[in-house]
């Protein structure tokens, strides 16, 4: 009886995953469809239909772009929003944790986090990169697109926190700084990562429009603008679903990582 209810939960996980990867597909061909009526319809050199589009992204990723390969030109931009967002990372998490703990630090600092918070990370561009350095300045664009959202969930995350925890926390022997490390913090780890799901897609945002500031960079976004600039739409079509692309791996491997703590932590 066991093996066999065993049997058909297995079957259900195969068959809602396949269901899942078939609806994927069609959903896919449905949009190339679509992108190739309007590519027509518009009947631009602007708006490539998806065969030239692939056709220069395969030219890409063979002989890349002004003298640099497709390889070294994708590691650049990749390398900066690496960076960017493990400052992030490293800023957002105790700020967030001590800010969604503390109510009097909390009410100190909200103000300044809501004077600069609605200022579009990508207004911060040319202030970092003509104003600091061209190589910090994007990762610092970065940075800032990806600390918000960050720090807005964890901080919610932890005021979310059952206060019936911590009361038995503290029933059971436990002090300050235990609660704080045994309860505060797994309880915000979900939030943590809905806030850099969050933060990874405004972040790849941020290093393409840094990039096109940026006169020394090599990046995804600089190639996206010289080639506007050179009016080579099916290669800045390219660039665009190398972009997309990037930006797909990064969230799914967050989605991943978010999906294996929650099950580790007992709370999927």
Not at 230 to 254: K, Y
């Amino acid at each position: 009886m066991t093996f066999e209810t065993f049997n058909f939960d297995e079957n259900n996980k195969y068959h809602r995953f396949g269901r899942t990867v078939l609806i994927v597909i069609l959903s896919l061909i449905m949009f190339v469809e679509l992108w190739w009526i309007l590519s027509i319809l518009a009947n631009t050199n602007v708006f490539p239909t998806p065969a030239e589009t692939f056709e220069a992204l395969i030219d890409f990723l063979e002989n890349g772009y002004s003298h640099q390969s497709s390889g070294s030109i994708i590691w650049s931009s990749l390398s900066l929003f690496i960076q960017g967002f493990l400052l992030a990372l490293i800023v957002a998490i105790p700020l967030g944790l001590f800010l969604g703990y503390s109510k009097t630090l909390n009410t100190f600092v909200t103000p300044m986090i809501e004077v600069l918070r609605p200022i579009a990370p990508i207004a911060w561009a040319p202030v970092f990169i003509y104003g600091i350095s061209y190589g910090v300045g994007p990762i610092l664009v970065v940075f800032i697109g990806i600390f918000f959202p960050l720090l807005t969930n964890i901080i919610f995350g932890v005021k979310k926190i059952d206060q019936t925890l911590v009361d038995a926390a503290r029933t059971l022997g436990a002090n300050k700084t235990q609660v704080f490390l045994k309860v505060m913090i797994p309880s915000a780890v979900p939030y943590l990562m809905n806030g850099i799901k969050v933060g990874l897609g405004v972040g790849w945002m941020c290093i393409v429009a840094a990039e096109m500031y940026s006169p020394v960079s090599i990046g995804v976004g600089y190639c996206l603008q010289s080639m506007c600039q050179n009016s080579l739409w099916p290669s800045v079509f390219a660039i665009l679903v190398i972009i997309a692309f990037l930006g797909i791996m990064t969230t799914s491997l967050s989605e991943y990582i978010q999906k294996r703590i929650s099950k580790r932590m007992g709370i999927e």
